[in-house]
């Protein structure tokens, strides 16, 4: 037979499947997953059995806990001695487990996430409490089973005669699972088994009465009753827990952050030194120094902070930024009937009591059977000492021991049993004292034999014996609950004046998008002059924004896009620098352009709208609200249509009226309210009905009768009206004339296009930006007062070659 005749074929993926089935069989059952009965993975449970079993208890002296590895792996665990030893390590670690199930002696790590000792210099004995898992494991009460090599047998499950998988939690990864269990208070979990013992029935509400959450060794504040409430239904719940936090008053008026309780499973050390990093970094404003003062007294982080500096908003920073508050996410897997089960608490306490009644009954079936023996064998002494000559002749006269055994089993109908225990009777049991005193044993016994068959016959009586039992063990190491609950998750809220210095500034952006953030300091000390700031050659400014360093900016551009830009997050350039592209602080597309850029300190302003106006005269009302973000990518801000762009938008208190001006000359005003509120994403209504070749150019918001309106052609020609000859009409219509072109070929031509259109009220200044690019500046007041309809005069020089790009007006608001 050839080599290859002696091999099978298969494929990959059936060996691949079939291999790593096997594989997560085993690390899901034997490894990862906890048992829902005694709570325990097996390398804990190994662990605790090998102690038990080489007299590692309480009463006893520690003992090297390379002893106790060396057990566990050489009879049980045929793994890694690290594995082992990590795992003795969590059991004997108070800020880990609920109650711990070693009593270490020696370096077994600290809260700040120093490791332990080597296991050859540490020490450890089973704690007082872990002997109560181990409690009856010799009377029958649970199944063994061979270990690894069959040299010897271990304990499939521990009798556990207290809720452990509750009381001290447990978690763990495995091959598609996973198990997330936070520890509780032992007094609330036996109560609630009681409460169950006695209702079967019994609601998670019901049950959440007795049970108010978990309660973590670190203590801390948690929050989230329906988290928990979820968690106990399903298995699966969200809680958040918080550090316990005071602000304390020093001298001279400052203040400190003193911590004295962190959250679950958070590193100590790491957590001080992320609040240092804040503070190195200086992402919040008042942090003066950071120290760990913690001790013999208990665990106290002091965050000492500057003069005048907000106490609560940089505790609201820390907690939303640092790990003083985390998110805990209950996955309650155990295995049930060797297989994982996504398991709510009244599903975990059912186990477990169907597991205390296996284990009563068994235990009890074991006395009963020892109980019977005794009371058997005291019934053939009491017997015999009643017959005692005869006895004792019958003994004398056999040849030997077993001679004698059998003459007594013939003779008196003893039982072999009970002829042995007469042949090793002693002497002196012969006397009248311990004759009663072995009378006294049996009735003892029979009484016993009573109570023990009652307790087999009867269900009522089987869980009475638990519940007294699970009551001795809450007396005796019940502890008052470590964690408060707060049903309601506090939404944490950082005012941006904690992490920025608030400071007035000068926002400036140019035409070809470049922007930068200047201090007043600068901009005086480089004369205090528009014209001196930063640009490239043939660029020009289009937006001088003045405003504070905790406001933000929302930029708007023509294709309906919006952006929202915190002014502290402006690169910071003196003033006669250029500043930066503005693409390398938003990611605005190249094809796109910024229209409007409104200056915004807060959201939440329930009378305050943004207004849309587009070329093709489509009008969109929205509530500000709608534009809340975090995001610092481009959102929707207005659904604009083909051939058509946005070309303005006003912030606005939904009070005015609005004037629309076109190009070719046309005009309406109509009140603000006649646009509907719609939603962000919504295109807005026609505010007004335009020519086949006209658009919007302009759009003026209008407070009553007062002021005029002041138009500029390409040309340069310009004139003011009064606003009081534009009548309010309906929205939608044609509109009225506002400027008339010169029209004939011998007339000299006052333009072809409206360019922009002013609201003018007080005097102010125009700068007019050329084609060629030069700038004109002319006032308002030089703009001949017409009738509307009029043709106004020239005011721009405009040559032959040139036209007017952009009217701009300083400052903007």
């Known amino acids: ?113 120093d490791p332990p000792a080597a296991m050859r210099y540490t020490e450890a004995r089973l704690s007082e409490i872990a002997m109560e898992l181990l409690r009856d494991i010799e009377k029958r009460t649970v199944l063994f089973k061979d270990n690894f090599d069959n040299s010897t047998k271990e304990p499939v499950v521990l009798p556990a005669r207290y809720p452990n998988l509750l009381v001290n939690g447990v978690s763990g990864i495995s091959a598609g699972f996973a198990t997330e269990i936070p520890p509780h208070n032992l007094r609330e979990i036996i109560d609630a088994c009681t409460a169950m013992i006695d209702k079967p029935d019994i609601t998670i509400e019901e049950l959440m009465t007795i049970v108010k959450g978990p309660d973590f060794p670190t203590s801390g504040i948690i929050m989230g009753e329906e988290g928990i409430r979820d968690a106990y239904r399903t298995g699966k719940g969200r809680i958040y827990i918080r550090s316990k936090t005071a602000i304390e008053d020093l001298r001279g008026g400052r203040q400190q952050i003193v911590i004295t309780e962190i959250p679950y499973q958070v590193v100590k050390s790491r957590l001080v030194t992320s609040i240092e990093n804040i503070r190195l970094e200086k992402k919040v404003e008042g942090i003066a120094e950071v120290r760990d003062e913690s001790g013999r007294n208990g665990l106290r982080i002091v965050i000492e902070l500057k003069k005048e500096a907000d106490a609560q908003g940089i505790l609201a920073y820390l907690l939303k930024k640092t790990d003083l508050q985390v998110t805990y996410n209950f996955n309650m897997v155990a295995i049930v009937n060797k297989a994982p089960r996504q398991l709510g608490i009244r599903e975990i306490l059912e186990a477990y009591i169907e597991h205390q009644k296996e284990v009563v009954t068994f235990r009890s079936q074991y006395e009963l059977e020892k109980a019977e023996d005794r009371a058997h064998v005291l019934e053939g002494l009491v017997k015999a000492l009643n017959i005692l000559d005869e006895v004792i002749a019958t003994i004398k006269a056999s040849k030997n021991r077993q001679d004698a055994q059998n003459n007594l089993v013939e003779k008196f109908h003893f039982s072999d049993r009970q002829a042995d225990a007469i042949l090793v009777l002693q002497l002196y049991r012969l006397t009248n004292l311990e004759i009663t005193t072995l009378e006294k044993e049996l009735k003892d016994v029979e009484k016993t034999i009573a109570y023990l068959r009652g307790i087999l016959g009867s269900l009522k009586k089987l869980l009475g014996v638990i519940k007294d039992e699970m009551g001795e063990i809450r007396k005796k190491y019940g502890i008052d609950r470590r964690s408060s609950i707060q049903g309601e998750v506090e939404e944490l809220k950082v005012n941006l004046e904690v992490l920025v210095t608030p400071e007035d500034v000068l926002v400036t952006l140019s035409n070809e998008g470049y922007l930068k953030r200047t201090s007043k300091l600068s901009f005086t000390r480089s004369g205090g002059e528009l014209e001196n700031t930063g640009l490239k050659e043939g660029d020009y400014l289009r937006y001088l924004l003045d405003v504070n360093t905790i406001e933000s900016l929302l930029i708007f551009t023509k294709r309906g896009q919006y ?164 009548p309010i009409q309906g929205r939608g219509g044609k509109g009225i004339i506002t400027f008339e072109f010169k029209e004939g070929k011998r007339v000299k031509p006052n333009g072809s296009a409206l360019i922009r259109s002013f609201i003018v009220k007080m005097d102010y200044v125009i700068t007019a930006v050329m084609s060629h690019g030069e700038k004109a500046k002319f006032s308002t007041e030089t703009a001949p007062l017409e009738d509307r309809k009029s043709q106004g005069k020239p005011l721009i020089p405009v040559t032959k070659t040139d036209t007017i790009l952009e009217l701009l007006r300083f400052p903007q608001s």
Not at 75 to 99: C, F, L, T
Not at 693 to 698: A, F, I
Not at 699 to 723: C, F, H, N, P
Request: proline fraction near 5%.
């Open 563 to 726: 952006y929202l830009l915190p002014v502290h997050q402006i690169p910071e350039y003196k003033w006669k620098e250029n500043g930066t592209a503005i693409v390398n602080v938003i990611p605005i597309a190249k094809e796109d352009r910024i229209v409007s850029v409104i200056p915004l300190k807060s959201f939440d302003d329930p009378g305050k709208s943004l207004v849309f106006v587009t070329r093709k005269g489509q009008v969109k009302r929205t509530e500000l609200k709608e534009y809340m973000t975090n995001r610092s990518n481009g959102i929707v801000a207005c659904k604009v249509g083909e051939n058509d762009d946005v070309i303005h938008v006003q912030l606005s208190d939904n009070t005015k009226e609005i004037l629309l001006v076109t190009k070719l000359g046309m005009s309406i005003r109509f009140r603000e309210e006649e646009v509907n509120p719609m939603g962000r994403a919504a295109a807005g209504v026609r505010g007004i009905q335009l020519r086949e070749d006209d658009e919007v150019v302009s759009a003026e918001w209008i407070y009553g009768d007062e002021g005029e309106v002041l138009v500029v052609t390409d040309l340069g020609y310009a004139k003011r009206s009064l606003v009081v000859d534009y």
């Open 1 to 113: 037979m050839s080599i290859l005749e002696e091999f099978l074929p298969a494929y990959l993926e059936e060996i691949v499947g079939d291999r790593f089935g096997r594989y997560s069989k085993y690390i899901i059952q034997d490894r990862a997953i906890p048992d829902v009965r005694d709570g325990l993975k097996p390398v804990q449970r190994r662990v605790l059995y090998a102690m038990y079993d080489s007299g590692n208890t309480p009463d006893k002296p520690y003992r090297k806990s390379a002893k106790t590895v060396g057990d566990v792996m050489g009879n049980y665990h045929p793994h890694g001695d690290s594995s082992i030893y990590d795992g003795m390590v969590r059991m004997a670690q108070p800020w880990k487990m609920g109650h711990t199930l070693i009593d270490g002696h020696g370096n077994w790590g600290s809260l700040d996430d």
